[in-house]
């Protein structure tokens, strides 16, 4: 099925004023294309002049790079051929020694990834880990501009602004934290927009099987999968059940026939753990309510549970109910959905919903997405407290997000309805 996106939403060459306001000063278009160049190269600058900073320091530093040294130790397990102890604690710390401070002790940030995600790190775990982690960042910023690039056909606003997108979405913080954190986020956007796009050019069979990458992160692929089949599109879900059959085997290759059980008992067992150590940083309901009740049954984990699949019935139902639905507002709201009710999301995760941003920019004049999304980019820079505040407040930008895409579905128009010409003034930020 060629799903019929914001196809109409196309920018007017004219330069005659939109709905959105008067045309743009020579000035003010400069502006809108000097700052966002400014902002990537300070981000080039900040992430090298660390990485120099951190390899010339007489030990290593207890926070340089984030969650990557997880990744980095795992590929250095996957390196030497020890599949057996990729999941052994022992042979983590071992892995990652020398990448803590020696006062810190035996520690090691958890890998909890199926074997391929190992495998996948070996080139990376090859190179001196500096060096590693700077081209790690460079692949996950590289991942993020080739969302917004195959995102242009439906988001037309995009063409002729990608370097104004790239610096918005690099300016909110859940973002900037996966990249320069050691996480995937933007890995998984790339994956989400290319099966958007692969759905949109009527390449379904392939879009599946780009969906069931994210098996990878399961809290993402299932949901999809199955949103995708009450949709009743047949071929996606037969291209990520072929996927999840090649997903399968290769772990088969690296761990054995039982490595899903292994690998589901390791991961459950992390996130239960990981509730109670780093909860303050939870983003979903369960986690969130879990982080300030405490782990185990009681009333309000209980109400969070019960939000959390009204949150699952919800998304089951716009997906159902109309196939041939526009799937931009569809993805918008699935986003912070798919995190809301995961039972392990957190503040980095969140990454994900500048999809719900572009989604809104396309379908409204600026007057209204512009304090939506406001108010998101602030609720994720707000995140920069979670130590202080002892919890999160990305359950509070998921929960934003989730009501603007709910508006963006009740205002969404068929493709072939005359919408707004562009979403910006005509020029602005133009590349």
């Not at 005659?16 to 000097?34: I, V």
């Not at 690998?263 to 969130?288: C, K, P, Q, Y």
Request: proline content about 7%; aromatic content about 10%; glycine content about 10%.
């Amino acid at each position: 099925m060629n799903d019929p996106d914001l196809a109409a939403l196309e920018s007017s060459p004219s330069g005659k004023p939109g709905r959105s306001g008067a045309p743009t000063s020579d000035r003010g278009s400069f502006r809108l294309k000097a700052y966002p160049l400014a902002i990537l190269l300070v981000f080039a600058l900040t992430v090298v002049l660390g990485v120099l900073n951190a390899r010339n320091a007489v030990e290593p530093t207890s926070n340089f790079g984030g969650d990557y040294p997880a990744f980095y130790g795992a590929g250095t397990i996957a390196v030497a051929g020890d599949w057996d102890d990729l999941y052994s604690l022992d042979r983590q710390i071992a892995a990652q020694r020398s990448l803590h401070p020696p006062g810190e002790g035996d520690v090691a940030r958890f890998f909890a990834y199926p074997p391929q995600v190992a495998f996948v790190y070996q080139p990376l775990a090859a190179m001196d880990y500096h060096w590693s982690y700077l081209v790690h960042v460079m692949l996950m910023t590289g991942a993020l501009w080739g969302s917004i690039l195959l995102a242009r056909p439906m988001l037309p606003w995009l063409r002729g602004r990608v370097t104004l997108a790239m610096a918005v979405a690099l300016v909110f913080w859940p973002m900037f934290r996966t990249i320069t954190g050691g996480s995937n986020t933007a890995f998984t956007l790339l994956m989400v927009v290319a099966a958007w796009r692969l759905v949109n050019g009527n390449r379904p069979l392939l879009a599946g099987l780009v969906i069931s990458v994210l098996l990878y992160k399961p809290q993402f692929a299932i949901p999809l999968i199955g949103l995708f089949l009450l949709r009743r599109q047949w071929r996606v879900v037969a291209g990520a059940g072929l996927g999840a059959v090649l997903f399968y085997v290769s772990g088969v290759l690296l761990r054995g026939l039982g490595w899903v059980g292994e690998w589901l008992d390791v991961a459950s067992e992390f996130g239960r753990i990981d509730a109670e150590l780093n909860g303050h940083s939870s983003i979903s309901l369960i986690g969130f309510a879990e982080n300030l009740f405490g782990v185990g049954l009681s009333l309000p984990v209980a109400l969070a549970w019960v939000l959390a699949g009204s949150t699952a019935v919800v998304l089951a139902w716009l997906w159902w109910r109309d196939p041939d639905a526009t799937l931009a507002p569809l993805l918008a709201i699935t986003m912070p959905g798919v995190l809301l009710l995961s039972l392990h999301a957190m503040s980095h995760d969140g990454a994900i919903i500048v999809l719900t941003a572009a989604v809104a920019v396309a379908c409204w004049p600026q007057r209204r997405w512009l304090p939506w999304v406001l108010v998101i980019w602030l609720l994720g820079a707000s995140q920069a407290l979670i130590k202080q505040l002892g919890f999160s407040p990305g359950l509070f930008m998921l929960l934003v997000a989730f009501v603007l895409g709910w508006l963006l579905i009740g205002s969404a128009k068929p493709a072939a309805t005359p919408t707004v010409s562009s979403p910006l003034p005509a020029g602005i930020g133009r590349d």
